[in-house]
């Protein structure tokens, strides 16, 4: 099931059980991981993407090793609301997940990398650093946002 609803979401999830943020860029796919009772995210690995098999392949792995239960995936919304060409190929990349089996929520990124770049700079990250981290730190923030809306249900 992929969704954009936190309810329809909430209810496809077991009662707990650690989620995954994602943040699927052309080039990588940051991720982070939640604690089984959704309270916090942590920023965790960056993958480099290939050819979508690998990609699959990684997360699979991942998703097995980390006992996820559903996955959060980052989608760049226009800033006034519409889909753009890169959201439609979020949206196919979700639909391709499905080999995972789990439940799926389309989330809102409009502003996560920004903000991360931001927190980084006011951190007195180096460019190098900054480029290092950003995604799985973006995909942190995309989850965190997520399981916030979560528990207010």
Same mark, same amino acid.
């Given at each position: 099931?992929?969704t954009? /609803?936190?309810l @329809? ?9 650690? &989620? #995954?943020g ?12 939640? @604690? ?7 920023p965790?690995?960056? =993958? ?12 699979t792995?991942i ?6 239960r559903?996955? !959060? ?8 609301g519409?889909? /753009? *060409?890169r959201?439609q190929? =979020?949206? #196919?990349?979700?639909?391709n997940l499905?080999p995972?089996? &789990? *439940?799926? &929520?389309l989330?809102?990124?409009r502003?996560?990398?920004?903000? !991360?770049?931001?927190? &980084? ?6 460019r ?5 981290v !950003? ?11 997520a399981?916030?809306?979560? /528990?207010?249900?």
């Amino acid at each position: 099931m992929i969704t954009g /609803s936190t309810l @329809d979401y909430r209810d496809a999830l077991p009662q707990a059980g650690r &989620l #995954a943020g994602l943040d699927v860029g052309t080039k990588t796919i940051g991720l982070a991981y939640c @604690d089984s009772e959704w309270t916090i995210a942590t920023p965790a690995e960056t =993958i480099r993407r290939t050819k979508f098999g690998a990609d699959l392949a990684a997360l699979t792995t991942i998703v097995t090793r980390q006992a996820i239960r559903g996955l !959060v995936v980052g989608l760049p919304l226009n800033m006034d609301g519409t889909d /753009s *060409p890169r959201t439609q190929a =979020i949206r #196919a990349f979700a639909r391709n997940l499905s080999p995972l089996k &789990l *439940p799926i &929520l389309l989330w809102d990124e409009r502003w996560s990398t920004a903000a !991360v770049t931001r927190t &980084l700079i006011a951190a007195d990250a180096s460019r190098a650093r900054r480029a290092e981290v !950003v995604d799985k730190m973006a995909a942190a923030y995309i989850l965190q946002g997520a399981i916030d809306a979560l /528990s207010n249900f």
